[in-house]
Each structure stands twice: as structure tokens, then as C-alpha cells.
């Protein structure tokens, strides 16, 4: 073997490696698995095998030696079938194109070169691309291998000339090309595994762009988030300073996030809040769980509100802590709330007194020798039904709360003051002898008797008032309340009827001042109807009957408004409506006045007609009670023959006319007809009305 020849082949792998250093720098960097990239790295893998025929190493009889079985095993091993397929082809057209007689071997050589490389490229790449270091005896092996197969493949030249170059290349062959397909897999690895290693780093880069696009817009969106949410949101760290909170937050201390963070509650709030709110944190962190308080605070504006807050720790992935969590919730309207329903719940509305739930847990409560003699007054209001029914409700509510009012005022402090039904009352008073009690009584009673004055008006009150004490704690309280309530029970029998008197004259003044009823047409109704009851032969007590409604048959229009009753022009539909109630309304009111029910049946009907198309039963002939179809005659009449304020009166011939067309319609006909003869006539040119008592 030459020196010659050695240089040569030593020449030709140099100028091998210097290209796949150029291949490595800049080729290898080309986007593989495409298809059209691919097939450029073929071609150009081609062309560096061209390059290294031209550069040959010259045998005899155009047998040629390179390095391209270097270049093409190589390729296979690394750069996988597109390619090396596409370069065997273009190096073995070439190697024809050169002819020769080693042309068939020389492509023999490539091919073989080619499928070892692919081979080992399907079986082994991966595993030589992941292994950290000790590859070069794998790789030598490899370009041994290639190149004995490269020997081998001598066999074909013509000639038998195959031994001899066996013979005469052998050596070289086998210590310099497997040591130039090692340096090129080393470099063809580095050059893949940067390639890997760039490639990574870009897709890492681009990563971590779209990780920070990503945490930007989660970010930007939890803290929309956060912003929308009406609760303080806010985070501290374990040293209870602030890091971060969002605008509700901002708005409640008055400062922006980035003025609130690096300062603490000391900063932001008085002393006092300051201390409870790290108190709170510091109970929150060494108990180690979320934390629910509430709390009184004042806004920098000056409001103070109600705050529910619920603390949370928060931690590091080792389980280190790094502060908290903070969400509080104005509450204020709740606890308002709250307390509305407590105060509904143990308060009467209309007065403000306590109630019956609260009176049976504070007579549980009082029900012990500590507050022993323990006293009860028991109170019932007088005639309050009566002026509810003549003067409305409004009226009886404010009774009511006049008398709340003054037993409010009279009660002390340690009193308890319930209203336990519509027109109950009940006092316990702890500590508190039998004498006190009657004492308190007298108060009592001397403070309702001159009358409550509510909006500028004096109520007139009266309550029936009942009391006894429990003395020692054997003493039954269900049986001390039942003494003073039987005592209430004999003092509103004595006062019940002196009451209901003056209140039913204050309903016949009230009466007489708002409509336009008067005095003297209820004297001339009653003597009208004595006179023609006297005449149908009714007794002494129905005369007397009828004189009572007389007076008081319009008694139900006392909770009609004046307006209403003065109204000149006539009436509209909803209007006439509320005028047909007054039978009804003084039916009620006489109903609850002992020596006015017998009165009552009378007071309702005396607005029927014969003819059944009265109000408000729609009854009909001698359905209508005897001394209801008088008081339509007589009443009818007396309106007809006296000025009103929107008409003269009548003559007495024309009222009769009146009397006698509406008889067998609106009258008892035979009544009209006995009233008519038997006393219009009779008291005809009579200077005075009289009548008899």
C-alpha cells in the first residue's frame, strides 16, 4: 500500500467531514419530516457524494475510492429513507455516468452502505440519540461494519480483480473509514441532539410566551373577576401586611391597591379595629384553618357597617404558610334585618310593647325567689269594639296606643309592659308588695282618666285594671294571675256601663256635627213614630224602641266621611256603595251596647223597601220588622217637609202625594195610609208638636 494512497483516502475523509461540519452548521437546521425539505437534503447529500468522486481516490482500470459509503451509511443511520434514498440514487447515476470497471461495484457499495444505515436508523437511532455518553463504541462498530460489507462487495469487480484490491486496500479501508464514520455520527449526533436542543428551546420559548399570554389573560380575567365581586376581597402575607386587593376593597379603605400594599391594618384603621382585626389573623394562622368573624366598621366616610369575614390560610407547596385570604361582606342590611325579625318577633306592632312570646319567657324568668313578691296587673280597655265599630278602626288603634303610651310612661324600668291580645295588658312587676302594686294602679288609672294627647288630640281613655302579688315561691303564678284577672273582671263591671254612655253620647254628637242629621229631626222622628205606634196599639217598651231609633237609626253613618254626607251634587256608584254600609256599621255598633241590641234588628232594616228592593237583606212585605217599616215613613216624611241645604221643603199636601205614590213600593201601604188620617191630619194646623213621654 502507497503513502500515497493513504493520503489520498485520508484527504478525501477530511474534505467528508469539513462538508458534513458546512452540512451541520446550516443544512441540518431545515425543518425535517416535510416532504419537500426532505427531498432537498437528499439532493444536497447527492451533490456532497458527487463532490467526493471528484475527489477520488484512483485504483486501476476506473476503480475509484471515496468516502460517500461513509457519507451514505451515515446518512441512513441519522437522516432515515427520503433522503438517504434520494442521494444513493443521484451518487449511483453519477457513478455510472463515470463508468469504469468498478461502476456496479461502486453502487453495490453505495446501496449496501445505504441499508446498513437505514437499518440501524429503524432499529437503533432513538437509542443513540437519548444515550448520555459511551456511544462511540457502538458508532465504531457501525463504520466497521459498513466497510467490511464495502470489502466484501470488492468481489464483484470483473476480471477476478477483487482479491487484489482486497489485498491492497484492506488496511486503510478498515483503520481510517470506520474512524471517519465515527467522527461524522459524532458530529451528525451533536448536530441533531443541538438541533433537538434548539428546537426544544424554541418550542419552550414559544411556550412560555403563550404560558405568559395565557397568565396575563387569566390573570386580567380573575382580576375582572375579583373587581365584579361586591364583597372585600383582599391577601395578606403571614406577617399581616397587605399584597393585594380588589376595587370593592380599594373603595372601603380609600386607597388604590398599589398604595395599599406593604401596609398593615396599624396604617389603615383606629387602633382599636386595628388590634381585632390582627388578633383575628394571628388565631387564624395558628389554628391553621378558615376563620368566620364579624365585625362592626367604620368607612372612611364615616358609616359604620357591619362586616362578615371569612379568613383563609393559604400555602407553598411544601405546605409553608404565606399568608391569608380575605373575604368580608357587608352584612348590615342583615343584622338590620335581624333585629327586625327579633324585635317582630318579642314586640306588638301597632304599640311597641313586648308581646305574648315575650311575656311567657319573661314570666319564666320573673317566676323565681329572687324576685319575689312578684306583682301582675292585668288590664282590659273599655268599649274598645264600640268605638272600632262607630268610628273606625283608626280610631281604636289610637286608643290603643294612647293607653300603650301611658303605661309605658308609668312603668319602671325593671317593669315588664306586654300587650297580650287586642285589648289586653299585662304588667309584672318584679320585687314588688301588693301595696306597691295597688299604688301603681292608682297611678295608673289616675293618668288614663285625664286622657292621652296623641297628635294634637286628647283620647279619652279607660281601662279596667285587675292586680295581686305572688308572696313566697310555693304560690302558684297561673293562680296569682288568675286572682288578677278576676279582680280586673269586677272592676270593668262597675265601670263597662258609665263608659259605654259616654262614648255613646260622643257618637250621637259626632253624629249630628258630620251629617245632615240634627237634634230636632231626631225629636220630631221620635214623636211621629210614638204617635203613629200609639195608633197601631204598640206597647210601652215598643214605644220606647222607637224612640231609640229614632234618634240613633243613622247611627252607622258615623264612620262615612262628612264629604261625603254634605255632598251636594249627586252621588257616583262607589260613593252610594259606601252610604249603603251605615245599616250594617250601626247594626255592629249597637250590637256591642248592652241597652242598644234589642234596637239593632231595627237599626239594620230600616233602609228595607215593601217591594223587597231595600238594602242591604233585600227583604220584603211584613219580612221588614214592624218598627223598621214606621221609621221609613216617619223619617221619610220629616226629610220631605224640612229644608235642606240643597232643597226647600215640601208642603204637607205634596209630601202626602210623595207618602201615598211610594205606598206598596217603598211602604207598608196600609201604614202610610193609617199615618197619613190618623196623625198628619190630626196634627194638621197644630202650632206645636208635642209628645208624650
Same mark, same amino acid.
Given at each position: 500500500m502507497s503513502s500515497e494512497l493513504i493520503k489520498d483516502l485520508l484527504f478525501n475523509t477530511a474534505l467528508l467531514l469539513s462538508i458534513s461540519i458546512v452540512y451541520n452548521l446550516f443544512v441540518i437546521r431545515i425543518e425535517s419530516h416535510k416532504k419537500w425539505p426532505e427531498t432537498i437534503l437528499g439532493l444536497f447529500l447527492g451533490g456532497v457524494g458527487i463532490l467526493l468522486m471528484i475527489n477520488t481516490v484512483s485504483f486501476t482500470n476506473g476503480i475509484i475510492f471515496d468516502t460517500r459509503s461513509i457519507l451514505i451509511s451515515v446518512s441512513g443511520l441519522f437522516l432515515g429513507y427520503l433522503p438517504t434514498i434520494i442521494a444513493t440514487l443521484v451518487i449511483s447515476v453519477y457513478r455510472i455516468y463515470l463508468g469504469g470497471g468498478g461502476a456496479l461495484t461502486g453502487v453495490l457499495v453505495t446501496v449496501t452502505s445505504a441499508t446498513i444505515g437505514l437499518l440501524w436508523y429503524r432499529y437503533r437511532r432513538l437509542a443513540l440519540?437519548?444515550?448520555?455518553?459511551?456511544?462511540?463504541?457502538?458508532?465504531?462498530?457501525?463504520?466497521?461494519?459498513?466497510?467490511?460489507?464495502?470489502?466484501?462487495?470488492?468481489?464483484?469487480?470483473?476480471?477476478?480483480?477483487?482479491?487484489?484490491?482486497?489485498?491492497?486496500?484492506?488496511?486503510?479501508?478498515?483503520?481510517?473509514?470506520?474512524?471517519?464514520?465515527?467522527?461524522?455520527?459524532?458530529?451528525?449526533?451533536?448536530?441533531?441532539?443541538?438541533?433537538?436542543?434548539?428546537?426544544?428551546?424554541?418550542?419552550?420559548?414559544?411556550?412560555?410566551?403563550?404560558?405568559?399570554?395565557?397568565?396575563?389573560?387569566?390573570?386580567?380575567?380573575?382580576?375582572?373577576?375579583?373587581?365584579?365581586?361586591?364583597?372585600?376581597?383582599?391577601?395578606?402575607?403571614?406577617?399581616?401586611?397587605?399584597?393585594?386587593? &380588589?376595587? %370593592? /376593597?380599594?373603595?372601603?379603605? =380609600?386607597?388604590?391597591?398599589?398604595?395599599?400594599?406593604?401596609?398593615?391594618? #396599624? @396604617?389603615?384603621?383606629?387602633?382599636?379595629?386595628?388590634?381585632?382585626?390582627?388578633?383575628?389573623?394571628e388565631i387564624m394562622m395558628s389554628e391553621k384553618k378558615s376563620r368566620r368573624n364579624e365585625e362592626l366598621v367604620t368607612y372612611p366616610d364615616g358609616r359604620k357597617v357591619y362586616l362578615e369575614t371569612l379568613k383563609t390560610p393559604y400555602y407553598d407547596q411544601d405546605g409553608a404558610n404565606l399568608g391569608l385570604i380575605g373575604i368580608s361582606r357587608d352584612i348590615t342590611e342583615r343584622k338590620q334585618n335581624e333585629a327586625e325579625i327579633l324585635y317582630l318577633s318579642q314586640h306588638d306592632v301597632l304599640t311597641?310593647?313586648?308581646?305574648?312570646?315575650?311575656?311567657?319567657?319573661?314570666?319564666?324568668?320573673?317566676?323565681?325567689?329572687?324576685?319575689?313578691?312578684?306583682?301582675?296587673?292585668?288590664?282590659?280597655?273599655?268599649?274598645?269594639?264600640?268605638? &272600632?265599630? %262607630? /268610628?273606625?278602626?283608626?280610631? =281604636?288603634?289610637?286608643?290603643?296606643?294612647?293607653?300603650?303610651?301611658?303605661? #309605658? @310612661?308609668?312603668?319602671?324600668?325593671?317593669?315588664?309592659?306586654?300587650?297580650?291580645?287586642?285589648?289586653?295588658?299585662?304588667?309584672?312587676?318584679?320585687?314588688?308588695?301588693?301595696?306597691?302594686?295597688?299604688?301603681m294602679v292608682d297611678k295608673l288609672k289616675k293618668a288614663c282618666e285625664a286622657g292621652y294627647k296623641l297628635d294634637n288630640e286628647l283620647i279619652i281613655t279607660s281601662i279596667s285594671l285587675g292586680f295581686a302579688t305572688k308572696r313566697n315561691e310555693h304560690e302558684s303564678l297561673e293562680k296569682v294571675f288568675k286572682l288578677a284577672e278576676e279582680s280586673m273582671y269586677r272592676k270593668k263591671l262597675l265601670e263597662y256601663k258609665s263608659f259605654h254612655s259616654a262614648v255613646l253620647n260622643s257618637i250621637k254628637t259626632t253624629l249630628f256635627e258630620k251629617s245632615n242629621e240634627t237634634e230636632?229631626?231626631?225629636?220630631?222622628?221620635?214623636?211621629?213614630?210614638?204617635?203613629?205606634?200609639?195608633?197601631?196599639?204598640?206597647?210601652?217598651?215598643?214605644?220606647?224602641?222607637?224612640?231609640?231609633? #229614632?234618634?240613633?237609626?243613622?247611627?252607622?253613618?258615623?264612620?262615612?266621611?262628612?264629604?261625603?254626607?254634605?255632598k251636594n251634587s249627586p252621588l257616583t256608584e262607589s260613593e252610594w256603595a259606601?252610604?249603603?254600609?251605615?245599616?250594617?256599621?250601626?247594626?255592629?255598633?249597637?250590637?256591642?251596647?248592652?241597652?242598644?241590641?234589642?234596637?239593632?234588628?231595627?237599626?239594620?232594616?230600616?233602609?228595607?223597601?215593601?217591594?223587597?228592593?231595600?238594602?242591604?237583606?233585600?227583604?220584603?212585605?211584613?219580612?221588614?220588622?214592624?218598627?223598621?217599616?214606621?221609621?221609613?215613613?216617619?223619617?221619610?216624611?220629616?226629610?220631605?217637609t224640612q229644608d235642606r241645604s240643597y232643597r226647600k221643603a215640601m208642603a204637607e199636601p205634596e209630601a202626602i202625594t210623595e207618602l201615598q205614590r211610594h205606598a206598596g213600593s217603598q211602604f207598608d201601604p196600609a201604614l202610610v195610609a193609617v199615618f197619613i188620617t190618623e196623625v198628619i191630619e190630626k196634627n194638621s194646623g197644630a202650632p206645636v208638636i208635642t209628645a208624650e213621654v
Amino acid at each position: 500500500m502507497s503513502s500515497e494512497l493513504i493520503k489520498d483516502l485520508l484527504f478525501n475523509t477530511a474534505l467528508l467531514l469539513s462538508i458534513s461540519i458546512v452540512y451541520n452548521l446550516f443544512v441540518i437546521r431545515i425543518e425535517s419530516h416535510k416532504k419537500w425539505p426532505e427531498t432537498i437534503l437528499g439532493l444536497f447529500l447527492g451533490g456532497v457524494g458527487i463532490l467526493l468522486m471528484i475527489n477520488t481516490v484512483s485504483f486501476t482500470n476506473g476503480i475509484i475510492f471515496d468516502t460517500r459509503s461513509i457519507l451514505i451509511s451515515v446518512s441512513g443511520l441519522f437522516l432515515g429513507y427520503l433522503p438517504t434514498i434520494i442521494a444513493t440514487l443521484v451518487i449511483s447515476v453519477y457513478r455510472i455516468y463515470l463508468g469504469g470497471g468498478g461502476a456496479l461495484t461502486g453502487v453495490l457499495v453505495t446501496v449496501t452502505s445505504a441499508t446498513i444505515g437505514l437499518l440501524w436508523y429503524r432499529y437503533r437511532r432513538l437509542a443513540l440519540l437519548k444515550k448520555a455518553d459511551r456511544v462511540w463504541p457502538e458508532l465504531y462498530l457501525f463504520g466497521l461494519l459498513v466497510h467490511l460489507a464495502m470489502l466484501v462487495c470488492m468481489l464483484t469487480l470483473p476480471d477476478q480483480q477483487g482479491l487484489g484490491v482486497i489485498q491492497a486496500i484492506a488496511l486503510p479501508v478498515l483503520i481510517i473509514y470506520p474512524l471517519g464514520t465515527l467522527l461524522l455520527c459524532l458530529v451528525m449526533r451533536q448536530g441533531l441532539k443541538n438541533q433537538a436542543a434548539e428546537k426544544n428551546l424554541r418550542e419552550s420559548r414559544e411556550n412560555y410566551k403563550h404560558l405568559y399570554y395565557e397568565y396575563q389573560k387569566k390573570e386580567s380575567l380573575l382580576r375582572s373577576l375579583l373587581d365584579s365581586i361586591p364583597d372585600l376581597v383582599f391577601y395578606k402575607d403571614k406577617e399581616s401586611v397587605y399584597l393585594g386587593c &380588589n376595587k %370593592a /376593597f380599594e373603595v372601603f379603605a =380609600g386607597k388604590t391597591m398599589d398604595q395599599l400594599m406593604g401596609l398593615t391594618d #396599624a @396604617d389603615l384603621f383606629d387602633p382599636e379595629t386595628a388590634t381585632l382585626f390582627r388578633t383575628m389573623d394571628e388565631i387564624m394562622m395558628s389554628e391553621k384553618k378558615s376563620r368566620r368573624n364579624e365585625e362592626l366598621v367604620t368607612y372612611p366616610d364615616g358609616r359604620k357597617v357591619y362586616l362578615e369575614t371569612l379568613k383563609t390560610p393559604y400555602y407553598d407547596q411544601d405546605g409553608a404558610n404565606l399568608g391569608l385570604i380575605g373575604i368580608s361582606r357587608d352584612i348590615t342590611e342583615r343584622k338590620q334585618n335581624e333585629a327586625e325579625i327579633l324585635y317582630l318577633s318579642q314586640h306588638d306592632v301597632l304599640t311597641g310593647l313586648h308581646n305574648r312570646s315575650y311575656y311567657e319567657a319573661q314570666r319564666k324568668r320573673l317566676d323565681h325567689p329572687d324576685y319575689l313578691p312578684l306583682s301582675l296587673i292585668i288590664g282590659d280597655i273599655n268599649g274598645l269594639k264600640l268605638i &272600632n265599630d %262607630a /268610628f273606625g278602626h283608626g280610631e =281604636g288603634d289610637k286608643l290603643l296606643i294612647s293607653i300603650a303610651k301611658i303605661m #309605658a @310612661d308609668c312603668a319602671r324600668p325593671q317593669d315588664v309592659l306586654v300587650r297580650t291580645g287586642g285589648d289586653e295588658f299585662v304588667m309584672l312587676l318584679p320585687q314588688t308588695s301588693y301595696q306597691e302594686a295597688g299604688t301603681m294602679v292608682d297611678k295608673l288609672k289616675k293618668a288614663c282618666e285625664a286622657g292621652y294627647k296623641l297628635d294634637n288630640e286628647l283620647i279619652i281613655t279607660s281601662i279596667s285594671l285587675g292586680f295581686a302579688t305572688k308572696r313566697n315561691e310555693h304560690e302558684s303564678l297561673e293562680k296569682v294571675f288568675k286572682l288578677a284577672e278576676e279582680s280586673m273582671y269586677r272592676k270593668k263591671l262597675l265601670e263597662y256601663k258609665s263608659f259605654h254612655s259616654a262614648v255613646l253620647n260622643s257618637i250621637k254628637t259626632t253624629l249630628f256635627e258630620k251629617s245632615n242629621e240634627t237634634e230636632a229631626h231626631a225629636e220630631r222622628m221620635a214623636d211621629l213614630a210614638k204617635q203613629l205606634g200609639r195608633v197601631l196599639g204598640l206597647d210601652q217598651e215598643d214605644l220606647v224602641s222607637l224612640e231609640l231609633v #229614632a234618634t240613633l237609626h243613622d247611627i252607622g253613618k258615623i264612620s262615612i266621611d262628612s264629604k261625603l254626607l254634605l255632598k251636594n251634587s249627586p252621588l257616583t256608584e262607589s260613593e252610594w256603595a259606601e252610604i249603603k254600609k251605615h245599616p250594617e256599621v250601626g247594626y255592629r255598633i249597637a250590637q256591642t251596647v248592652p241597652e242598644l241590641r234589642k234596637i239593632a234588628e231595627y237599626i239594620l232594616c230600616h233602609h228595607e223597601r215593601w217591594d223587597g228592593n231595600g238594602y242591604p237583606q233585600g227583604l220584603k212585605g211584613e219580612e221588614i220588622p214592624l218598627l223598621a217599616r214606621i221609621l221609613a215613613i216617619v223619617d221619610a216624611y220629616d226629610a220631605m217637609t224640612q229644608d235642606r241645604s240643597y232643597r226647600k221643603a215640601m208642603a204637607e199636601p205634596e209630601a202626602i202625594t210623595e207618602l201615598q205614590r211610594h205606598a206598596g213600593s217603598q211602604f207598608d201601604p196600609a201604614l202610610v195610609a193609617v199615618f197619613i188620617t190618623e196623625v198628619i191630619e190630626k196634627n194638621s194646623g197644630a202650632p206645636v208638636i208635642t209628645a208624650e213621654v
